[in-house]
């Protein structure tokens, strides 16, 4: 569903704005809370086809992903955390001991742990690599492979039943799903604008279609200027982003917060810019027009996607 998702949104920004926008958003998210999913009885496989049962909650969790660690949060299952990563922010969990990083995590801290749930990416070597390390220590694992706002429902309904907080993980889905409503129409009745968010400055690294950056970036108001281009996370030539000459370039930076920016603002990013030869010459940057976003707000598809378009439309369209 996401990639037709995504594109949806750039298709109704492009045809009619905001409203188009909002019907195509609340087409997509069907469930309430006392509405269960189809299929939410009996086992369930995660992103690598392992197979779970459900029917036992988890009480001892560690999740090695940022985003689902959010997650957990968010449907009450903190209390069932026993650790997290050095990448885990929220103060809820500063009492936690770390294991370290996301894919090289300290296994011998892990089997002293003894959680009966480790959730992992699922994609690249480096997860195999662990799931394997993970199975010769007999610690139970899920792994994740999270790129879209699909991908989050799901993973949140999956872990939702795992702890047993279903209805809480759906009542999380439908939060999302209003947060990107108060999005859309924070900009409803303006134009959108064309953007390029840099996911890493060199070598230059943009958003693909169908990601749920380019969603949450629809939903602000703001047309994906690489919307066409396959991948993911796709690498672009410097030249390539002067030739789209974006009106804006959203620039993530860690520990940015979501600051009001008022009519004397002036983005720390821009002079970052400007110091690059490459993105000095991006007409947007000649022109102040960059956007500083805090980078694990929108940085991670978990139950914050929503405030964080919030914030990117009133940065983009001001304030109603």
Request: glycine fraction near 10%; aromatic fraction near 6%.
């Amino acid at each position: 569903m996401p990639r037709e998702f995504g594109s949806g949104v750039r298709r109704a920004v492009h045809a009619s704005g905001a409203l188009a926008v909002l019907a195509l958003l609340a087409g997509t998210w069907g469930c309430t809370p006392d509405q269960p999913a189809p299929g939410d009885t009996g086992a369930l496989a995660d992103d690598r086809g392992r197979v779970h049962d459900p029917s036992v909650p988890r009480t001892r969790i560690v999740s090695l992903i940022p985003a689902v660690t959010e997650t957990l949060v968010a449907i009450g299952a903190a209390d069932r955390l026993v650790a997290r990563t050095r990448y885990d922010e929220d103060p809820v969990l500063a009492d936690l001991p770390s294991v370290g990083g996301g894919i090289d995590p300290s296994l011998e801290f892990l089997a002293q742990l003894k959680p009966d749930l480790v959730v992992l990416w699922a994609s690249g070597a480096s997860g195999v690599l662990l799931e394997d390390r993970l199975d010769e220590i007999g610690l139970d694992w899920y792994a994740a492979d999270i790129q879209t706002v699909d991908d989050f429902r799901r993973h949140a309904r999956n872990l939702g039943r795992l702890t047993g907080l279903a209805g809480s993980a759906e009542s999380v889905t439908v939060r999302v799903e209003r947060d990107f409503d108060a999005a859309v129409r924070a900009w409803s009745g303006r134009d959108p604008v064309e953007v390029v968010y840099v996911v890493q400055l060199e070598p230059p690294m943009t958003v693909g279609p169908g990601t749920f950056l380019d969603a949450l970036l629809g939903a602000a108001g703001a047309v994906n200027a690489f919307s066409d281009i396959s991948g993911s996370w796709p690498l672009v030539s410097m030249e390539e982003v002067v030739r789209r000459d974006p009106e804006y370039v959203i620039m993530p930076v860690q520990g940015y917060g979501t600051p009001e920016a008022r009519s004397d603002y002036r983005d720390p990013s821009i002079e970052r810019l400007r110091r690059r030869p490459g993105w000095a010459a991006v007409p947007a940057v000649k022109a102040g027009r960059v956007i500083s976003v805090d980078g694990s707000l929108f940085g991670r598809p978990g139950p914050r996607m929503g405030r964080a378009a919030l914030y990117l439309a009133t940065r983009l369209h001001g304030q109603r």
